[in-house]
């Protein structure tokens, strides 16, 4: 049964959609099969995949409001080898549509719920916001994983993020978990880096990934070939990292150290 794993954080910009194609594609190297859904209507995922999201038929757009089935929108497999379901900027106004639908933050769970068996991952890339399309990313996952930079305000976006998914997971998704917290343009320079470290540590033991994420410029650079980091340039330090992040995403759920403890825990 595959997993379900959200990448949030609702600050722009700290590598979410970098990380989830990146981790997606280390790991269909490490023959794990991988679905992404583009929840941002950026469509930055999308792109990034080597899709073109103003010529698509069908996007999760359409498949969250009901217009289209599942399988119209789902792209089988892209050239890094994961499925992707693609979506541009109509999401915005698929948002504002879908707010309005009864149970509307359970029509993500509700898509992804008979696709669980084809796959072993299934990451959602979230948009920077606690919106109506993160709310449906945490109800349908098992867990969030949460990328971000070592930099000061970092933390208090980190502890907003954490009384969020706490209300979600009174209220929707109880099993609702962090899968782990990740270091993305990580700098071992800057001074605040071994600060916000060591308070990460503190907050997230051993949920804070070893595996840290390098400012690297070839990783910037994928994305405008439409290709994650492996196939761009796969002996770059950003390639090396992301394959090591994928062993330890891979390892964790081995060993289950996916821990029990209530999200407010970290708050
Ligand atoms: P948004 O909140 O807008 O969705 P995001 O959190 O998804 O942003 P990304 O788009 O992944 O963030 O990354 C932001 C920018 O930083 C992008 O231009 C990306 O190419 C670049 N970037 C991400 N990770 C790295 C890295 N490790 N080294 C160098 N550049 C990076
Ligand atoms: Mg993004």
Redesign the pocket.
Known sequence: MGKIIAVA?Q?????????CINLAASLVRLKQRVLVVDL?P?G?ATMGSGVNKSTLNATINDVLLEAVKPEAALLKTTSAGYALFPANSQLTMAEVQLLARPAYESKLKKILAPLKTRYDFIFI?C??SLNALTLNAMVAANSVLI?MQCEYYALEGLSALMVTMTQIQAKLNKTLAVEGVVR??YDPRSLLVKDVTQQLQAHFGKLLYKTT?????R??EA?SFGLPILLHDGRSP?ALAYLKLAKEVIKAQSVGQRRKRPVSAYA
């Open positions: 954080n600050k722009g910009g700290v590598g979410k959609t970098t990380s941002d950026q930055n890339d948009p920077p990328p993305t343009m994420i390098p400012r690297n410029i990783i910037a994305p950003g």
